[in-house]
């Protein structure tokens, strides 16, 4: 079991950066795979980003690379998603989401563990 609380969210503007974290409440959290899904209004969640639990380079969905950087901490348990030159179309509700072992999947269904979710509002 692990508890997923994400922050770092807000309301910017076009061409603005915000951090994203993800803190995880269990010890265990390098044995997690960890990754970043989004949901925007009248639209399906959609998965941004993820990161192995041995860390290196995360992979990032193309929409957003080139802008986005996804990293993790295993020592302070905490995954982050750096965003910059935001756009109104990066506006969303996003999510960390975590899932037990190594293999990095994009599905939503595939991951057991997921925060409350944190605002992004991004206006021209």
């Known amino acids: 079991q692990v508890q997923l609380v994400e922050s770092g969210g807000g309301l910017v503007q076009a061409g603005d950066s915000l951090r994203l974290s993800c803190a995880a409440s269990r010890t265990t959290f390098s044995s997690y795979t960890m990754a970043w899904f989004r949901q925007a209004p009248g639209k399906e969640r959609e998965f941004v980003g993820g990161?192995?639990?041995?860390?290196?380079?995360?992979y990032l969905t193309d929409s957003v690379k080139g802008r986005f950087t996804i990293s993790r901490d295993n020592a302070k348990n905490t995954t982050y998603l750096q965003m910059n030159s935001l756009n109104p179309e990066d506006t969303a509700v996003y999510y960390c989401a975590a899932r037990l072992g190594s293999a990095l999947l994009s599905g939503a269904r595939d991951y057991a563990y997921w925060g409350q979710g944190t605002q992004v509002t991004v206006s021209s």
């Open positions: 990161i192995s639990w041995s860390g290196g380079r995360g």
